[in-house]
């Protein structure tokens, strides 16, 4: 995921990294496979928590102001604002989802607010497509996630979708399921010689 998003909702960050700091606290930090901005990483941690707490409180209502201004407007750009949203509490919420973070909470409103917007155009977008797949990795049962992308053509044509899928059914011992080569062989020739030698090393 690209952390292009996150240039306007990240806080002012601190021109000095303490390392041990970070050391200290990397027990508590959730990994990303999109990696973390060291530096907001270091301010976050540094700063007392209750002043912490209400910039948060201050860049959150800022960004969910957005998030419905762009869902009204027409020619708004709700998947967008949704994003800002979304990766700013990843970033500002190192402990991952949480009471405290509500990330879990906001992944689902997310991707179901986002399904039917635009008449359903936003469904093939990779940035919607990365939203769910946010979700699915913070959900009990994540092969139900990708069960209904697939049944909804929720991101069908992007290869990152089925390396997911596969990812999560081999992490779970399982083999890939028979209902999903129909969509596979609808959407294959749309991929490149390289996405297609990965799907084949991770789904046969």
Same mark, same amino acid.
């Given at each position: 995921m690209s952390t292009d998003l996150l240039e306007d909702a990240t806080p002012l960050v601190a021109?000095?990294?303490?390392?041990d700091l970070l050391e200290a606290a990397k027990e508590n930090v959730q990994p990303l496979t999109m990696g973390r901005r060291v530096t907001t990483l270091s301010e976050i941690l540094a700063t007392p928590h209750a002043h912490r707490e209400s910039?948060?409180?201050?860049?959150?209502?800022k960004l969910r102001i957005n998030v419905e201004l762009a869902i009204?407007?027409?020619?708004g750009d709700p998947l967008e604002a949704y994003c800002r949203l979304v990766y700013w509490t990843v970033e500002n919420y190192p402990q991952g989802h949480s009471a405290e973070s509500g990330l879990l909470e906001l992944l689902e409103e997310a991707?179901? &607010?986002l399904k #039917?917007?635009?008449r359903g155009s936003l469904r093939g977008d990779p940035k919607y497509l990365k939203l769910w797949l946010l979700y699915?990795?913070?959900v009990e049962k994540p092969t139900i996630i990708y069960k209904f992308l697939i049944a909804n053509e929720i991101g069908t044509q992007h290869?990152?979708?089925?390396?997911?899928?596969?990812?999560?059914?081999?992490?779970?011992?399982?083999? &890939?399921?028979? #209902?999903?080569f129909p969509f596979l062989r609808g959407y294959f020739s749309t991929f490149t010689e390289s996405e297609k030698q990965t799907?084949?090393?991770?789904?046969?």
């Open positions: 021109n000095i990294v303490d390392c910039k948060i409180s201050a860049t959150r209502n009204e407007d027409e020619d991707t179901r &607010v #039917d917007v635009k699915a990795s913070f290869a990152l979708l089925y390396e997911e899928h596969a990812a999560v059914l081999e992490r779970d011992g399982k083999y &890939v399921e028979s #209902d999903l799907m084949l090393m991770l789904l046969v």
